[in-house]
């Protein structure tokens, strides 16, 4: 079959353009960065002395901002999460280390059966990381607005209200537990199969 130049032409054009756009896809495929890999699960130990393997977990800080002289009511929660621990401008890497949440026992108000009674419940009280055989003790300090909520308005108030641990499941199951409360209006886990003592980090 006879071909004219100028189809000869186009089809030396469309390979050019074709192997130019090759040389571009692999450019760029050779600059972006890697996609990042999945943090290795890590094992949740409950008061009730069960433990939970969680995946794809994060730390979750929730704090609340408000307009300062405004109301709280006028303000909004939000959250940031991370692999580390953070106490007040400390970063602490969790890496190869065990979590251990200490409690103290206070007693609240609680309805049982529609009557108030006084009833004892765990409080978190410090937190103990124990890594390469030595331990540290941290106090429940909240953390410092730059590491919780470095994208707020410096003219917004900044309360942290707690720390979460979020993941899920081998099986899949959405998994929130609540490790640590900074301020009255949250409770965290009271009950042993919601209380946990001790999260274990691998390397």
Not at 26 to 35: C, G, H, K, L, M
Not at 170 to 178: E, I, S, Y
Request: net charge neutral; with cysteine.
């Amino acid at each position: 079959m006879w071909t004219t130049p100028a189809r000869r032409g186009s089809r030396r054009s469309t390979r050019a353009v074709l192997a130019a756009a090759a040389t571009l896809a692999a450019a760029v495929s050779a600059a972006a960065p890697p996609e990042p890999a999945e943090r290795p699960p890590i094992v949740v130990r409950l008061g009730d002395g069960t433990s939970v393997p969680l995946r794809q977990w994060a730390l979750s800080y929730e704090y609340f901002s408000w307009p300062q002289g405004g109301a709280q009511t006028d303000g909004t929660a939000a959250r940031r999460e991370g692999s580390e621990l953070w106490v007040g401008k400390k970063t602490v890497p969790l890496a190869g280390a065990t979590l251990q949440i200490e409690y103290d026992t206070v007693e609240r108000e609680r309805d049982i059966d529609g009557e108030t009674r006084n009833v004892k419940v765990p409080l978190a009280r410090a937190l103990k990381l124990v890594a390469g055989g030595k331990a540290s003790t941290f106090k429940l300090e909240p953390p410092h607005r730059e590491l919780m909520a470095p994208g707020v308005d410096k003219k917004l108030m900044v309360v942290a209200r707690s720390l979460d641990l979020r993941g899920e499941s081998l099986a899949g199951t959405k998994m929130d537990f609540c490790l640590v409360s900074y301020t009255t209006l949250v409770e965290c886990g009271e009950s042993p199969e919601h209380q946990v003592v001790q999260i274990e980090f691998p390397q």
